[in-house]
C-alpha cells in the first residue's frame, strides 16, 4: 500500500500530465486527493470540507493572466492543505526566565529524544538551557538524556526521589544558576494509564510550567487525538512536536487529529539525531508533501498575475461611470480572486474606516443576493437608481426573491461605495502605490 504522501505525489503528478483539464479531470483529482487524506486517516467530514473549496475554488472564474488552468488547481489544492495545517510558521516565543517547558506523551513517541533535540536547538539559538529527567519509571531515561547531551554544555537534572521532589529541585536549581530555558522530561508509561495522568496533572500542579509540550509520534493514526484528549486533561497542551515524520506513512491522521483539538504544531522532528528538527511551517510541509519542484516559481507567477488583475480593475473602477450594475459586476469578480478585503485593502480609499472581518464575510455572502436584484432590474433603474421609489423596490424585491430591506441594503451600500470610489478619484497619484503591494 502506497503512503499518504506517496498517494498525493502521485495524484498531482497524474493531474499534471493530464493532456487536458477540465471539470471531469479536477474530479478525479479531489477523488485521489480524498483517496489519499482518508488512507493518512484524516477525519472524513474534513476531507468533505477540503475537497467541496477545492471543486468550489477550481472553477471559480476568470483565471489571472498567463495562468494556466492546470496551475490554478495546483495552487488551490496547496492552499486548502496549508489551511487545514494552520498558516502560519511556529515559532519560538520565550517571553520570561526562565521559561519552563514540560514534555509528556506516551512511552516511546520521542519525547526523550524530542526534549535533547530542541535543548540543544535552543542553545544553538543562544539561550542557556538546562534539563531535568523527571522520569523514574523507565530505567536508564537519565542515562539516555545525558548520552543524547554529551559535550553539549547542557546540564541533566535527576535528583530526589520522586518526580515531583525530582523537578521541584531541578527548576529551583536552574533558576538559580539562571538559566533561560529549563526542559522537563516525564514518564510516558506507568502502572496504568490513569496512574500516569494523575502523575502529569501533579507535575502541573506543582511545578505550573510555563508551556506543557505534547509530543506525538506521527506513525500513529487517529490514536493522536485519544491521546492528545487525555493529557490535555490532565495538563493543558500548549504546543506539540511531530516526531518520525521521516518515517512516517500515516502522518495526516495525526495531522487531522491536531487539527480536530486546535493545538499548534511547533517542532517536527525528522530523524534520530539531535539536529533532526525543525519548527513547523505548514507552507514548507505542504509544498514538500506535493512533490512539485517548482511549486515556489508556481505561486509567485499567480500571486502576481493576481495583483495585475486587480490592479486593472481598480483603474477601471476608477474610470468612467460606476453604476449600479458595474458595481455588483466588480463585487462577483473581486469573488473569484479570494475575499474582499484582498481588493480593498489595494483601493487607495481615503478615509475607508478598517471593516471588520465579519462584516466583509457577510458582504461576500450578500453578493449573489445583489446581483439576482440586479437582474430583476429594468436597464434605465440599473442606470440611474435614484429613480427607484417604494413601488419600483416592491417590484425588484418580489422579482428577486428577496426582501425590500435587502433592495435597500444594496443601494446603500451601492451609494456608499460610489462616494468613496468619488472620492478617491481625486486622490489618483495613489494608484502608482499599487504594484508593490500583494
Ligand atoms: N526516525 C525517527 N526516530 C525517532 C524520532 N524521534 C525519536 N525517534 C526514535 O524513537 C525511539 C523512542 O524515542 P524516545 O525519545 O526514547 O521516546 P520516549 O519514550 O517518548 O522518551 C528512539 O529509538 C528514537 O531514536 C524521529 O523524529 N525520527
Ligand atoms: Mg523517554
Redesign the pocket.
Known sequence: MPSFPEMLRSALSKFRSAATVDRRTVEELIRDIQRALLIADVNVELVKRISDRIRERAFLGELPPGISRRDYVIKVVYDELVRLLGEKPAEIRINKRPYVIMAV?I????????IAKIAYYLKKMGYRVAVICADTYRPGAYE?LKQLLDGRDIPVFHEGSDVVEIARNGVRRFSEEGYDVILIDTA?RHKSQEDLMREMRVLQESIKPDEVML?IDATIGQAAGEHARAFHQAAPIGSIVL?????SARGGGALSAIAETGAKIKFI????KLE?IELFNPKGYVGRLLGIGDLEGLLERIRLAEVEVSEERVKKMLRGEFTLEEFVKQLREVRKMGPLSKLLSRLPLPGLPDIPQDALKEAEEKIEKWWAIIQSMTPEERRDPDILDASRVRRIARGAGVSEGDVKALLRQYKLTRKLIKRAKKAPHKLAGLRGLG
Open positions: 506523551g512511552q516511546g513517541t520521542g519525547k526523550t529524544t524530542s539516555q510516558g509530543i516526531t518520525k515524520m521521516d518515517t522532528g525528522t530523524g534520530e533532526d
